[in-house]
């Protein structure tokens, strides 16, 4: 299998990671632009927070708090997916550059 350039990856991480999250999340994390699975990271920890206050609304019985508790662990779901792939395409960078 032909070797991808680690730049090439990093763009397609960026491009996955944009369509996982709110536009909001992405301007959050726009300093860490040049390091893809740092932002991923951050926006796993962000949305980890907001999966907390969700279920924080929940036991308090705020009528949204469900549904920000629902998404925030779907989003969840995708982030530590995409995390996933991002830490094994590091791996074969890793194993490649032997």
Do not use: F, Y
Not at 31 to 41: Q, Y
């Amino acid at each position: 299998m032909p070797h991808t350039p680690p730049k090439r990856l990093d763009q397609a991480l960026t491009v996955l990671l944009r369509a996982l999250v709110n536009p909001a999340m992405v301007q959050a994390t726009k300093s860490m632009e040049g390091d893809p699975r740092a932002r991923i990271a951050d926006c796993i920890d962000q949305t980890r927070i907001e999966a907390s206050e969700g279920a924080s609304l929940v036991a308090a019985c705020a009528p949204h708090g469900r549904a920000m508790l629902t998404q925030a662990q779907q989003t969840l779901e995708r982030l530590e997916s995409l995390q996933l792939l991002a830490n094994q395409t590091t791996r074969e960078q890793d194993h490649s550059d032997d």
